[in-house]
């Protein structure tokens, strides 16, 4: 388990009622933000502390993996310059009677601040408007409980093994990709190739034959019969225009187990091997036929693949780079 702190600032109302938190990809100039990218590490588990307003009034116990999702659309106007494509988490949060106002608890709370990536002026201690999701030492993270406790507050999502709400990750892909299946029929595209394009999205039919032609083999099991292997996209079918959809490099014939974990990012390619991501269950890998001490040695693509697969390792692969 590990601690998160979100400033929430204006979208706090959505995020709290709707069980999530959301943030782009990048910042407006499309550079990277280090509190974006802790979007892609969070855990089931994982314990937020919400603050908004100059004090910490929810607390979250986070219920799935980071996973790119569209800006919800109760944002309205929001973050006007947001990218249309975000991380989105869910999240059971608990709003606090209570609310915890960090710096009247100054003194013990500055040392404990990380030293880089901090939510809070470190002089200061006020909330800090370019940080969204920031990881907390877990020594800070016992305290923020600690205090939230002693306010007089529940010991809210204290059991991290209790059941928890099930991620919407497949829910919101299907409502996005519903959305471009829509999109594509109101288009020019001829009804032979919106088939295609639409079976694509299954991994069949033209986009799987394409495939097959250039990937005989799972590179992470070695099965060779078809019968048992996915067509799966590297770019993902969401993400890509309607050449990328059908394209026999932008796919790989994977065993249905390497098909899941390259799907939801646990896995990716890079430098012929298998990478194994940070938020992955070692032991869940072993059992499925990863080893994370001796990732696979997968060969070689070619270059219109590698440019599929840098997509990958930098939007899927659940990595902060």
């Known amino acids: 388990m590990r601690y998160w702190w979100v400033n929430q600032k204006q979208t706090h109302r959505h995020e709290i009622t709707g069980g999530y938190l959301w943030s782009p990809k990048r910042r407006a100039d499309s550079s990277r933000n280090q509190f974006y990218e802790n979007m892609k590490v969070v855990a089931p588990g994982d314990q937020v502390f919400c603050y908004w307003n100059n004090e910490i009034r929810a607390q979250g116990t986070v219920c799935s993996f980071g996973y790119d999702a569209p800006k919800p659309d109760e944002f309205g106007d929001t973050g006007h310059n947001w990218s249309k494509i975000g991380y989105r988490v869910d999240v059971e949060y608990a709003i606090l009677p209570s609310p915890v106002r960090p710096r009247d608890e100054w003194h013990q709370i500055k040392h404990l601040l990380p030293s880089k990536y901090s939510p809070l002026h470190s ?77 694509a999205r299954r991994g069949q039919g033209k986009f799987r034959e394409n495939v097959s032609s250039i990937e005989p083999v799972c590179r992470v099991t070695g099965i060779t019969n078809q019968n048992y292997l996915i067509a799966s996209h590297i770019k993902p079918w969401r993400h890509a225009d309607n050449d990328e959809r059908l394209s026999r490099n932008n796919g790989l014939l994977l065993a249905p187990q390497a098909d899941f974990l390259f799907d939801r990012g646990f896995i990716s390619f890079g430098e012929g091997r298998v990478l194994i991501s940070d938020v992955a269950d070692a032991s869940a890998l072993i059992k499925l036929g990863i080893d994370p001490n001796r990732p696979r040695q997968v060969g070689s693509f070619n270059d219109a693949q590698e440019r599929f697969l840098d997509f990958h390792r930098r939007e899927i692969f659940r990595k902060v780079v």
């Open 123 to 199: 002089e200061s201690g006020k909330g800090l408007q370019s940080v969204y999701l920031a990881a907390l030492p877990d020594a800070l993270g016992q305290l923020l409980a600690s205090l939230i406790f002693l306010k007089g507050n529940p010991a809210y999502l204290a059991d991290v093994n209790a059941p928890r709400l099930t991620s919407k990750e497949q829910l919101e892909r299907d409502i996005w990709e519903h959305r471009e299946i829509d999109r594509l029929a109101g288009s020019a595209v001829g009804s032979t190739v919106r088939e295609a394009i639409i079976q």
